[in-house]
Nanobody
Framework: QVQLVESGGDLVQPGGSLRLSCAAS????????MGWYRQAPGKERELVAD???????NYADSVKGRFTISRDNAKNSMYLQMNSLKPEDTAVYYC?????????????WGQGTQVTVSA
């Protein structure tokens, strides 16, 4: 089993910055992708950004140039640096890990951390 624990969510003013962290523990394949998703009230959960073990990244168009995803494989941790935050970034942010074992994949979710962008 894998556990994911997010931290760093907070209330911030528009234009501000936050850094989210996700710590993974348990039986994690060396081949995996980690990512951040978010879900705003009344909306579907959406991908924000993800990163492979090798460091390849992918971003949603809405956050390109403002958010930066990174990871520390030695610590099984992932981060999301969020700059120039906008009210529309308000959501619960979830850490996600896809662990690959041969032809099998297992997906895990954290409990979420609230990010609120408001004056």
């Amino acid at each position: 089993q894998v556990q994911l624990v997010e931290s760093g969510g907070d209330l911030v003013q528009p234009g501000g910055s936050l850094r989210l962290s996700c710590a993974a523990s348990g039986r994690i394949s060396s081949i995996n992708t980690m990512g951040w998703y978010r879900q705003a009230p009344g909306k579907e959960r959406e991908l924000v950004a993800d990163i492979t073990g090798g460091g390849s990244t992918n971003y949603a168009d809405s956050v390109k140039g403002r958010f930066t995803i990174s990871r520390d494989n030695a610590k099984n941790s992932m981060y999301l640096q969020m700059n120039s935050l906008k009210p529309e970034d308000t959501a619960v942010y979830y850490c996600n890990l896809v662990s690959i074992w041969g032809v099998s994949r297992a997906r895990y979710w954290g409990q979420g951390t609230q990010v609120t962008v408001s004056a």
